[in-house]
């Protein structure tokens, strides 16, 4: 019913390296782009109907 592709969410090994980076830099940059958000300013009273939202994999917006 709805689309969703594995490599849509980065894998454990990019994450670390990711942090790593921002390790690096100690955690500050100017921007951060993203089409996701974190998990205090998510819309909920958009989200779809009908989707279990305990099945939705939110590590990135943690």
């Known amino acids: 019913m709805y689309g969703w ?6 894998s454990d090994e ?11 830099l100690g955690w ?3 921007v951060v782009l993203s089409h996701t958000t974190p998990l205090k300013y ?3 009273e958009v989200f ?3 989707v279990d939202q305990s099945r939705v994999d939110k590590s990135t917006e943690e």
Do not use: F, H, T
């Not at 592709?5 to 980065?10: G, L, S």
């Not at 990019?14 to 690096?24: C, W």
């Open 5 to 10: 592709w594995p490599d849509e969410q980065p």
């Open 14 to 24: 990019i994450k670390r390296y990711v942090e790593s980076q921002l390790d690096r």
């Open 28 to 30: 500050k940059v100017d």
């Open 42 to 44: 998510q819309p909920v």
């Open 48 to 50: 779809m109907a009908g």
